[in-house]
């Protein structure tokens, strides 16, 4: 079984769009490195909770796209700290913004364990569910757009019961090995794959767009998610 996964994760890479995520940890970022390193796409970390910017972040969204990598911003939750409707105003007002240029994707809410070992944050599950929502509405209320959900398989079974109320959210997982688990909430599909935690040199996580690259033109300009047939594919 294994095996014949491999297989086909081998056969479905030529289809996959390479690209990168950064925090404020990686600095100034080299666009033009990136750019060569072949990489097409760039989720850059605008916010976090209610009291955070990434000072670099101007550096690293405008240079990105002054390299014709499509980028998106990020918004790091912490559902304990506020509403989700404050966090995603927050986000919106320090680089969440989305432009139909098609360059800009949409922005990212980003789920991670709370630190000191309370992976959800002291919420339980109906209380986070409601916080994803809150975020996400407001969020595409002012943008048109649903904001994209990155998860761990993991940590949306625990902390959201494994809801499927954001199926319709492009989802963006978390996954160092295979990505041969089914992936959680009533998705079918992923479209973003963070498939390496750091790749050293200042690049930051290594990502995957499940597609061509056209399909991500077509998704940075929206104004809906790119719609799928039966196998998952853009149609
Ligand atoms: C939020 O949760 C984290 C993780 O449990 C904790 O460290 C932090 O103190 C909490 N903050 C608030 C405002 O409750």
Redesign the pocket.
């Known amino acids: 079984m294994r095996r014949i996964l491999a297989i086909l994760l081998c056969a479905s890479a030529a289809y996959a769009t390479q690209g990168i995520d950064v925090t404020e940890s990686q600095g100034n970022v080299d666009w033009k490195a990136v750019a060569a390193a072949g990489k097409r796409f760039a989720y850059i970390m605008a916010t976090r909770g209610i009291d955070h910017v990434n000072s670099f972040f101007s550096q690293q969204y405008d240079g990105a796209a002054h390299r014709h990598i499509i980028r998106g911003s990020v918004h790091y939750a912490?559902p304990?700290?506020s509403t989700g409707a404050e966090q995603a105003t927050y986000f919106l007002s320090n680089g969440g913004e989305w432009r139909n240029d098609g360059y800009t994707l949409p922005g990212a809410v980003m789920f991670e364990n709370?630190?000191?070992g309370?992976t959800c944050?002291?919420l339980g599950p109906d209380a986070m569910v409601a916080w994803v929502a809150d975020f996400s509405t407001t969020y595409s209320t002012r943008t048109g757009r649903l904001p994209v959900i990155y998860t761990s398989n993991d940590w949306w079974v625990q902390c959201t019961a494994n809801t499927a109320t954001f199926s319709e959210h492009v989802l963006w997982i978390a996954d160092y090995y295979d990505m041969s688990d089914p992936v959680p909430g009533g998705w079918t599909f992923y479209w973003l794959w963070q498939s390496e935690r750091d790749l050293g040199n200042g690049l930051g996580a290594g990502d995957i767009w499940n597609s061509e690259y056209n399909d991500l033109v077509a998704f940075a300009k929206g104004p809906s998610p790119v719609p799928l047939d039966s196998s998952g594919k853009s149609e």
């Open positions: 912490e304990n700290r709370g630190p000191s309370d944050w002291g």
